[in-house]
RNA sequence: GCUCAGAUGGUGGAACUGGUAGACACGCAGGACUUAAAAUCCUGUUCCCGUUAAAGGAGUGCGGGUUCGAUUCCCGCUCUGAGUACCA
């Protein structure tokens, strides 16, 4: 029989499920491997043929990991709590639960369709209590332990509270709030207990915070900074504002440090890597103390103004200090003479969005606050000015301004007629700032003649002793805000009682998240959990906001690993054996999302001793975004006008003929190529012109029941354009356009005229022979609007799941990104049947020889098992599939038909191609279902051991012709043999060659 | 601005350590089979010049360099994509 793709793979998806052949064993011998994909968001829209592109990659090394003998992990879920399902709730009123319960639905359905070999007995999902019990769980770990910076790791909080029953707040050293109290022991013990909780809650790794968050009203929440693009919301768009609220926050900053040394360790593409470097923002530097001038009695609540610098040998260079106009000092710092300025001067700023002061980072802006501090070193005078290119949320909020070295502050200071003092001997500042380290220095009291080491060390070494300052490192990343102001999340397990946080209790857990009447906020403001009726903790009210979405996704690869245990997220031998994930695919826009929420949930279960390692994911491969090649057609826009015709009566211009144009003329479309002679050339702009007014003419003779109304009518020669359209992807084909699916499909073509690549015409009447519509060519994003969606269910109807896996991954090297299209695709389909028919003889009946395979076909298996090898452990998969094509092709060139052969090829191709090489296994007349678990054959390089070598000759480096040389031969033979052949002569034309390179089974060159 | 990735035929791409650039596939052109179409098979297909066949020449974004030899290494530039940004 043919090749029935259909037959063969509902068939062997059906077997894989009965018989659970992919089911990863807890205990066994052999050695595990975890290959892990990003789970996905169940969205409404379903799967397009982007997101299987990582699935099926992972899937091959999956399956090539179990053909080499490893217990292969390969589980899938889903991420299903989040924010489109709830504002679908929000418009329907549909219960988000059930939303999600269908889009996993088609989900499961498009991916069982593919040939995934999942272990679905494992599948998670991060909405299902039994899931977000542990999602809670851990949460409350954090609640319940601490940083301490001495062990630099996390410990419990009850070691915290020991230590201050015996030793007060003293030897404390902690990642903390800002604001911790100092007391002694007894003091301690004094204190009430919720003043305990109190103090205690300033160094909990999951904390309450007043902050200042992302607010988006339209959304009704919270969002992360990862969330928030250019002040407008990821999702949806809307627009973020600034908003000080009490939230609960994730103390990830306590292992910035960690976060960022663990990167050298694994093996992430390195722009990954880069992307979370620069996301945890270390810089080095120092904070130093500026003693605030206060004569007078103004100035109160602080003595000094703290700067961050990561130039702190600068300093003699200060002639000025700069503070955010959000700073706290600044009321307090603006003199009566300077206030009206720096009023005028907030409010200027307060007007201008995130966005506008971006863009206009090059305008020099600032008020002065008639203030000024000392110079810790010097004690020179140096102005306080307040100006937005200081940001409250980075350092102190106050910068130290040298205007020799920094080109802002340059700028700043030429602006504001400020000095500008040279530090070092070798800067030239005369246009611009300076920022080199080298030379020495100059105007700088002790550092004069220092060189840039050795100042900085002098320096901070001269501010610790006068205790106004010290070498500090500080990172851009912030505390992540836990806490969404929406329904569809997992509950936070934590009730409050006389204002403070408490947890549940653990039995407690799950804390289900309740039913509500509306999805929207209460009356209030509160939270939708407002709206759950007797929804009450004994002691108290629970906790209304829901955590964010990256909660339920930082542990998940771990609940796979034992993911029905109800006693523990995993359990210690499961997590003892698979350790951690071998190799995780996904999309790189989780860089400092996700992957980071991840790393630091790992480390602090590493801490407290519940995994082993201090790393999730040893290796991670980034699939390319697949974007969308959208398709246009060019139709001609026009319009009919008329003379004006007077009702008479009132003078008014009466005119109903106008509706009824566009049904006089239908519409008309042009190829391609006149589209491109339409942009270009004038005459032929003409003859378009002149075609659609005799075809209107016309068509007002046929078609219309009083061709007189039209009199006088016209087309305007100069409103008239050509307008390309989008058009469903699916209705064209290599970009030839089918005319009658397009006819049929919509009602305003169903009459086009179309004007072919030839130059004829197409009528609904009289379609034209040879001619065809060529549709012009976008890329774009993949989306419903644009038309160019391309769906897995429509190729596999048409091709099956074995050509589409293998032309997913033929398309071009798996970590680029790159256009869906659908050109190529009969190639990987005439290659499987190829495949087929090399079974079977002409009467599509199988047939395979038992004879010993002879050197040539033994050559290209062996070829062929080695290059798959090679090419999925790097991950180059585009390679492997032509690699098969030319093994194919060689094999049936050899007319081979030898069992030995085809079963190993059938192994190897298995990875790739499941169902096809599942079938064809069985008619070989192995047991169903051991394919999966086969060997893979063993790769012999005596097979591939050549005599003889075709060696390039080529002549100054440019190849002039080949020559069959024994491979035996050394190479001062091989230049004597080569001398010594005639066409090389005639190359030579009797001359000697200076020099004859000869490197051994590659090349030969002679320089002349 | 900064950081990173990339640029190869009509198209997707291959060339792994410097060694025959364009594998494999699509598309296109021609042919076979067929009453015809589909399917299948065969041949050709980087460009220029040219021919009976040839023989030349150019060529991996641009300009230079190292080398017997560069898509690959080095320097400078252009363009495209991604990330990020008054980060002190």
Redo the contacts with the bound molecule.
């Keep these: 029989m043919d090749y029935q793709f259909k037959d063969i793979e509902q068939k062997w998806q059906q077997f894989w499920a009965d018989n659970q052949t992919f089911k990863a064993e807890d205990k066994t011998t052999k050695p595990k491997y975890y290959v892990l994909d990003m789970f996905p968001y169940p969205s409404g829209a379903g799967l397009h043929v982007g997101h299987p592109l990582g699935y099926i990659a992972s899937d091959i090394f999956a399956r090539y990991k179990r053909l080499k003998g490893f217990n292969v992990l390969h589980p899938m879920g889903y991420d299903s709590f989040g924010l489109p399902a709830e504002q679908y709730a929000i418009q329907t009123g549909q219960h988000p639960a059930v939303t999600t319960e269908a889009n996993i639905a088609t989900y499961r359905r498009q991916l069982d369709q593919i040939g995934f070999s999942f272990d679905w007995s494992r599948e998670v999902r991060t909405s299902s209590p039994d899931y977000y019990k542990w999602t809670q769980w851990i949460f409350m770990q954090l609640f319940n332990n601490w940083y301490n910076k001495d062990a630099d790791k996390a410990q419990s909080i009850t070691k915290l509270i020991e230590h201050f029953e015996s030793n007060g707040s003293a030897g404390v050293n902690a990642v903390c709030d800002e604001e911790v109290s100092t007391f002694t022991a007894n003091e301690w013990k004094a204190k009430s207990a919720n003043e305990q909780q109190k103090e205690l809650l300033k160094y909990r790794l999951t904390y309450l915070r007043e902050s200042t968050v992302n607010w988006c009203p339209a959304l009704g929440t919270v969002l992360a900074?990862?969330e928030v693009?250019?002040g407008f919301s990821e999702r949806g768009g809307y627009p973020v504002e600034q908003k000080k609220m009490m939230q609960w926050s994730m103390r990830i900053t306590a292992y910035a440090e960690r976060l960022l040394k663990g990167l050298d360790k694994i093996d992430w593409p390195?722009?990954l890597k880069?992307?979370q470097r620069?996301?945890i923002?270390k810089?080095t530097?120092a904070s130093v103390k500026f003693p605030i001038e206060s004569q007078e009695s103004r100035i109160k609540s602080q003595e000094y103004i703290e700067?961050?610098?990561?130039?702190v040998d600068t300093i003699f260079g200060v002639t000025f200090l700069?503070i955010?106009p959000e700073h706290e000092l600044v009321a307090e710092l603006t003199t009566s003479e300077q206030k009206a300025a720096i009023d005028a001067y907030i409010v200027q700023t307060k007007k201008k969005s995130e966005l506008d002061?971006?863009a206009?980072?090059?305008?020099v802006?600032g008020a002065f606050t008639g203030s000024y501090v000392l110079n810790p070193l010097n004690g020179e005078k140096v102005q306080i000015w307040i100006?937005?290119?200081?940001?409250?949320?980075?350092?102190?909020?106050?910068?130290?301004?040298?205007p020799s070295g920094?080109q802002?502050?340059y700028l700043f200071a030429k602006h504001f007629n400020l000095p500008i003092v040279a530090i070092l001997d070798t800067q030239n500042i005369e246009t611009e700032a300076d920022p080199t380290k080298e030379g020495k220095y100059i105007n700088s009291d002790f550092a004069n003649g220092l060189g840039y080491k050795e100042a900085t060390a002098a320096i901070i070494a001269k501010l610790e002793s006068l205790g106004l300052g010290k070498a500090k490192v500080?990172f851009?990343m912030r505390d992540a805000i836990f806490g969404r102001q929406r329904y569809w999340g997992e509950p936070v397990p934590v009730y409050f009682k006389e204002g403070l946080p408490h947890l549940i209790s653990e039995s407690d857990l799950p804390l289900l998240l309740p039913e509500v009447d509306k999805y929207l906020p209460t009356e209030s403001g509160e939270p939708p959990l407002g709206r759950a009726e007797g929804w009450k903790h004994p002691e108290g009210e629970y906790e209304l906001s829901t955590m964010p979405g990256w909660a339920g996704s930082s542990f998940y690869w771990y609940r796979y690993m034992d993911a029905h245990n109800n006693k523990e997220f995993a359990s210690k031998e499961a997590i003892a054996y698979w350790k951690d994930v071998d190799l995780y695919i996904g999309g790189?826009?989780h860089?400092?999302g996700h992957l980071l929420y991840s790393r630091f949930w790992n480390k602090f279960l590493k801490d407290i001793d519940l995994v082993i390692e201090e790393e999730p994911f040893k290796k991670l491969i980034n699939q390319g975004m697949i974007q969308g090649r959208s398709n246009f057609i060019y139709k001609i826009g026009y319009s009919v006008s008329y003379p004006p015709v007077y009702d008479g009566e009132d003078d008014t211009i009466f005119d109903k003929r106008s509706n009824e144009s566009d049904k006089i003329l239908p519409q008309i479309l042009i190829s391609k190529k006149w589209y491109n002679e339409y942009l270009s050339n004038k005459n032929y702009r003409k003859f378009l012109y002149d075609f659609l007014r005799d075809e209107f003419l016309k068509n007002i003779q046929q078609n219309s029941t009083d061709a007189s109304m039209y009199n006088g009518a016209f087309i305007d020669e100069d409103i008239f354009k050509v307008i390309p359209t989008h058009v469903d992807v699916n209705i064209v084909e290599?970009d030839?356009l089918n005319i009658k699916k397009l006819r049929g499909s919509r009602k305003d073509c169903q009459n086009a005229i179309f004007i072919l690549e030839d130059g004829s015409m197409s009528y609904p009447t009289n379609p034209g022979k040879d001619g065809?519509y060529i549709c012009g060519v976008e890329i774009e994003k993949m989306s419903k609007s644009k038309f160019n969606v391309v769906n897995p269910d429509d190729l596999i109807a048409r091709y099956g799941a074995d050509t589409l896996r293998m032309y997913e991954m033929?398309?071009?090297?798996l970590e680029?990104?790159?256009?869906w299209?659908t050109?190529?695709?009969?190639?990987?389909?005439?290659?499987l049947?190829?495949f087929w028919r090399m079974f079977h003889n002409e009467a599509w009946e199988f047939t395979v020889s038992g004879a010993e395979p002879t050197k040539a076909e033994l050559k290209s298996l062996h070829k062929i098992i080695r290059?798959v090898e090679?090419?999925v452990e790097?991950f180059?998969f585009?390679?492997s599939?032509?690699?098969f094509?030319?093994a194919i092709?060689e094999l049936?060139?050899l007319k081979c038909n030898n069992r030995k052969v085809l079963q190993d090829l059938v192994i190897v191709l298995s990875s790739y191609a499941p169902h096809i090489c599942e079938e064809l296994w069985v008619m070989l007349g192995n047991e169903a279902g051991t394919l999966s678990y086969a060997t893979y054959p063993k790769f012999n390089p005596a097979y591939l051991v050549e005599d003889e070598?075709?060696?390039?000759i080529?002549i100054?480096?440019?190849?002039?012709m080949?020559l069959n040389i024994s491979l035996s031969l050394e190479p001062k033979e091989i230049e004597e043999f080569v001398l010594a052949n005639a066409d090389v002569q005639r190359?030579l034309d009797g001359k000697q060659p200076k020099?004859v390179?000869v490197?051994k089974g590659?090349?030969v060159?002679m320089?002349v």
Excluded: C, H
Aim: proline letters at 4%; glycine letters at 8%; a positive charge.
């Design positions: 900074n990862d693009k250019d390195e722009p880069e992307m620069n996301w923002g810089s530097g700067v961050f610098t990561t130039r700069v955010a002061r971006m206009d980072a090059k305008t802006s100006a937005d290119y200081v940001l409250a949320g980075y350092g102190t909020g106050a910068v130290m301004a040298v920094d802002r502050d500080n851009r790189s826009e860089a400092t290599n030839i065809t033929f398309l071009g090297p680029q990104s790159k256009p299209n050109n190529g695709i009969e190639g990987v389909f005439k290659f049947r190829k290059k090679e090419d790097r180059s585009n390679t599939v032509s690699s094509m030319i092709n049936t060139d070598f075709v060696y390039p080529s100054n480096g440019k190849t002039k080949n190359y020099k390179i490197v590659r090349i060159n320089v």
